[in-house]
């Protein structure tokens, strides 16, 4: 079992969480979700959800999946209520364009309305769309990956899970931002050319010449977890800006 990591200084300890296919898929181009986990993974994924600060995700992923990104278990939502914690962590969403649903469950749902991360510019329009449904700011313009785990950061986000979708995914890694990857694989293929992926192409600093280091390999019946942890010592090596990711 690893030692707890240390914290990052001036912004959270970031867990990258996805599930794939074996072809890397992160669901396909039919008007329905792929389910690529089971119920052993999703009490998995709640309990890491409950061990998290906030939840981060990008409009893309809010238009597709509709999450709440919400605890499930109640024994983990009143353990946190009793540890001095609020139920839920805070969720938190990027946007560029704004182009958000105020009936979506995210924005409907849980004790605390999530923070929306935008452009400087689009924060008075984004604001007028979702009212009182999400507290909107200011994350650079453009969009500044740094910025914005620095400001979750000032608001006390100490451990911040990340759960996609592909851009922000990669978007995140690129910039040497990810200090733990959950990678769970499903056990089958999709071949599926327009579907989305983990990661969209990018210069990496987590290459052949700076590898991850392999934490747990946990079989969870035919799929997989794999942790992983970069090296976020590793200069950014480049890839599509946040405001690409966030769209």
Known sequence: MDRPAPLPAGRPRVLLSCAASVDGFIDDTSEHRLLLSHAEDLDRVDAVRAASDAILVGAGTVRADDPRLLVRSAARRAARSAAGRPAHPDRVVLTTGGRLDPAARIFTTGDRPPLVFCPDGR???????????????????????????????????????????????????????????????????????????????????????????????????????????????AAPAGGPTPEEAAR
């Open 123 to 233: 924060v008075a329009a984004t604001s007028a769309l979702l009212a009182a449904g999400a507290t909107v700011l200011a994350g650079g313009d453009p969009l500044d990956l740094r910025r914005v785990v620095a400001d979750l950061h000032g608001r006390g986000v100490r451990r911040l899970m990340v759960e996609g979708g592909g851009g922000v995914h990669t978007a995140f890694l690129s910039a040497g931002l990810v200090d733990e990857i959950q990678l769970v694989i499903a056990p089958f293929l999709l071949g599926d050319a327009g579907g989305p992926r983990f990661t969209r192409p990018a210069a990496f600093p987590q290459g052949p010449a700076r590898p991850m280091r392999l934490a747990e390999a946990r079989p969870l019946g035919d799929h997989v977890l794999l942790r992983y942890l970069p090296d976020t010592e």
